[in-house]
Every structure is written in structure tokens, then in C-alpha cells.
């Protein structure tokens, strides 16, 4: 149930605008949020491959 950002009003699915005020609904805005989960997911995992490359690579004498 996408509700409206500006009026708080429950709107049906599969609609792009607010039935009350008219304003669009933020869920039409992103329709891929799985996507953009699985993407996020990606980063992380890279971004571990990543620190843990560095942790072996830098030289520890620095600290
Ligand atoms: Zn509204």
C-alpha cells in the first residue's frame, strides 16, 4: 500500500499520483528495489574483498 509523503493517505497499488492531493508516490519513483538491494549487497561484498586485500597488502609496521 504506498501511502502519499505529503498527506499520509493510503492509495492503491499500481498507481502513480496520490488520489487525495495529487502528488506522486514515492514507490513509483523506484520500481526496482530488488535491484537496488542486490547491488547494495554487491558493494558490501566488495567493499570486505577490499579491506581484506589492504589488511594484507599495507604494511603493518605502521602501526
Ligand atoms: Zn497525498
Redesign the pocket.
Known sequence: MPR??????DNPPKQAE??????PLPEHADSAPERRQRRFLWFCIGLSIFCAVMIVWLPRHLF
Open positions: 502519499c509523503l505529503y498527506c499520509q493517505q496520490c488520489g487525495n492531493c495529487g502528488m
